[in-house]
Nanobody, 124 residues
Framework: QVRLVESGGGLVQAGGSLRLSCTAS????????MAWFRQPPGKEREAVAV????????HYADSVKGRFTISRDNAKNTVDLQMDSLKPEDTADYYC?????????????????WGQGTSVTVSS
């Protein structure tokens, strides 16, 4: 079956960096656009970044532009999220997701597969 497994979350001070990684199995990885979402405590899930199947196109939420970078390695079936200049408002559970068609929409609708999430806490 398809599995998306996130790793790399943790506790970091404001201004610091974290790198999240998602490893996919059970699917043809380069047939899927990949995305990172996050869900802050008590809030709805929101898109953070999306990357196209070959990695040539990316889209970021306004709140993370210039601070976060999404990348993928189709040979390793991984998609990463480099998070720099972290802020307390970046605190959330972060999820990896896969969908068949690339989109720059922020909606979580249309994603075929989701990981279990990894927690990021940014202290002030």
């Amino acid at each position: 079956q398809v599995r998306l497994v996130e790793s790399g979350g943790g506790l970091v001070q404001a201004g610091g960096s974290l790198r999240l990684s998602c490893t996919a199995s059970g699917l043809t990885f380069n047939d899927y656009a990949m995305a990172w979402f996050r869900q802050p405590p008590g809030k709805e899930r929101e898109a953070v970044a999306v990357i196209s199947k070959a990695g040539f196109s990316t889209h970021y939420a306004d709140s993370v532009k210039g601070r976060f970078t999404i990348s993928r390695d189709n040979a390793k079936n991984t998609v990463d999220l480099q998070m720099d200049s972290l802020k307390p408002e970046d605190t959330a559970d972060y999820y990896c997701a896969a969908r068949e068609i690339y989109t720059n929409s922020n909606s979580p609708k249309g994603y075929n597969y989701w990981g279990q999430g990894t927690s990021v806490t940014v202290s002030s």
